[in-house]
């Protein structure tokens, strides 16, 4: 059986003992039906990772004992997702949580002059990233910045070295994904629906983003998001 897995943003290297959150205990106490002496893990999202012994098995402030603790390296890579809202929040949302599985590094949701969507719930996003990274037992969680305007992304990363790309359908010379050569950091447009604008587009070649297309078929929005991810994450 596998140790459980918790995320306390609050968890600072070289502490020994440490009372959960509420939320943590009562999913440990009253879920999970742990008891005094039980192990489990615990990462702050920053890196560090602990391995604790529970002591006292309260579901609204257990408290623990840190027996051993490791800082794990930061990835290699850095790939920052902007994407447009969607219409379906449910499909964004279900994006963000397989992005986060498979170790992105920022997830930015973009406003687009196509975009249709409902209202954003920061809060809901939020607890959906952490949950994926528990889930996923990953030591790094993801960077979930507040729906922004694509021409305010745009000037936000101006200055940004890494490389950047953005993906569109219009019938202009671009690059397939596939022929992209891995980088250690990237940066990736997708748009909404209806695709980007050609002034949008034109406004990030003239930020020097690179245009790619990501193959025959039109892809929905999160789905191309996956599906590029999948090409450019290094595993």
Known sequence: MSVPYFYEPQLMAGTTHFTLSEISAKHCVQVLRMKEGDRLDITNGLGLLAEATLVSANKKNASITIVKEFTTPAPTQKIILGISLLKNAVRLEWLFEKATEMGIHSLVPLVCERTIHERYKLERMQNIVQSAMIQSKQTYLP?????????????????????????????????????????????????????????????????????????????????????????????
Do not use: W
């Open 143 to 235: 960077l979930l910045m507040p729906p922004t305007q694509f021409s305010d992304f745009l000037v936000q990363n101006q200055s940004l070295s890494t490389i950047k790309y953005i993906a569109h359908c219009e019938p202009t010379e671009k690059i397939s994904i596939k022929e992209i050569a891995l980088s250690n950091d990237c940066l990736l447009l997708i748009g909404p629906e209806g695709d980007f604008t050609p002034a949008e587009i034109k406004k990030a070649l003239d930020q020097n983003y690179h245009p790619i297309h990501l193959g025959n078929t039109r892809l929905r929005t999160e789905t191309a998001g996956l599906f590029a991810l999948s090409v450019l994450k290094k595993f």
